[in-house]
């Protein structure tokens, strides 16, 4: 592509402080990415597409160019925008000139499915010591940040470089786009609406769930009742259930909700029968209720490919759980 050398020139006086301006970015918004679990993207725009950004004769002068530098936020669920957005306005400068274009702000006709990601043009904060007299400077570089659902980055990625890329100018590949974006804002709709449209959904009864489901219940109501110190509460319930499920189906292939009625019995039995005091806060939920299993003779080791995570903390508690080495998780590289 062939580009002015007026462009080439200002682009090359300006690069190198839209990187420092880059940088500075990414090490504050990849920080809130790892602490929330939001997924990052950036880049600094190409000459190439500065030069076609020009030619669209949108932008009056070289200021108006407000994403030299952008990168994207992406978001779980739309629920988590405003969080983002508020993070974005304490750390950086909004006013006066750069602005939040929130989704939906532009009005599109109902049947129009289009890009509309919410979208922060924004500086780095002045300092008060800093002169700024100076247009080249790294706090008058407007940047953009773009708050991306998961879904609406990933039909971004997908479709961009199929449709807007491709040498062809195709009304096919153009509706086919504009469907998947439909089918994308109709997933977040969803999302928001989770707890709602799930009520509405026909149950099933599954007997593995409704299995999971009674030792979810009958374990939230040990701690709802202060029968188990709140330091043993698992960090995702869903998963401790499935772990001992999956501990006490290795044992016995075929287990219904009698059975599961039983194991519960036991563990509540034993739990009410231990002062809260001898309760061990050294152990994990699942250890705690794993020696209990074993001294119920309701899981035997050892059990086929299947690894106890025994430590010394355990053993030291329960110095007679006589497991056999080749049955415990070992912290040493076998390799």
């Not at 109902?110 to 700024?132: A, G, H, V």
């Not at 998947?180 to 009864?205: C, G, H, M, P």
């Not at 705690?288 to 309701?298: A, M, S």
């Amino acid at each position: 592509m062939i580009y002015p050398s007026i462009l080439e020139r200002k682009y090359n006086e300006y690069l190198p402080f839209v990187k420092v301006v880059a940088e500075r970015v990414k090490s504050t918004l990849i920080n809130l990415c790892e602490n929330k679990g939001y997924a990052f993207s950036s880049r600094i725009k190409s000459i190439e597409s500065l030069a076609e950004k020009i030619e669209t004769g949108r932008f009056k002068s070289w200021s108006d160019l407000d994403d030299l530098f952008a990168c994207t936020i992406i978001i779980p669920t739309l629920s988590h925008e405003e969080e983002v957005i508020k993070f974005c306005q304490d750390v950086f400068e909004i006013k006066p000139k750069p602005r939040i274009i929130k989704r939906g702000q532009h009005k599109k006709s109902p049947d129009t499915f289009k890009f509309d990601s919410t979208r922060i043009y924004t500086q780095l904060k002045k300092e008060d010591s800093i002169d700024l007299n100076n247009e080249l400077n790294i706090y008058n570089i407007t940047f953009e940040i773009q708050v991306k659902s998961s879904f609406e980055h990933a039909w971004a990625v997908s479709t961009h470089d199929l449709v807007y890329k491709s040498p062809e100018i195709d009304w096919k590949r153009l509706r086919l786009a504009a469907q998947i974006k439909a089918n994308v804002e109709q997933l977040d709709t969803l999302i928001l609406a989770f707890e709602q449209t799930s009520a509405i959904i026909q149950e099933n009864d599954y007997p593995e769930i409704k299995i999971k489901n009674k030792l979810a219940r009958e374990i939230k109501n040990l701690f709802e009742i202060g029968k188990l110190p709140n330091e043993l509460k698992p960090k995702d319930m869903n998963r401790f259930c499935d772990n001992l499920y999956r501990l006490v189906i290795t044992t016995n292939k075929e287990i219904n909700n009698q059975e599961i009625q039983k194991i519960i019995n036991v563990i509540k039995t034993e739990v009410q029968a231990t002062s809260f005091a001898q309760i061990p806060r050294s152990l994990s939920l699942f250890q705690y209720f794993l020696t209990i299993l074993i001294r119920h003779k309701i899981v035997e080791f050892p059990i086929d490919k299947y690894y106890y995570h025994i430590t010394d903390e355990l053993t030291t508690h329960y110095p007679d759980l006589n497991i056999g080495n080749n049955s415990i998780f070992s912290y040493n590289d076998d390799s």
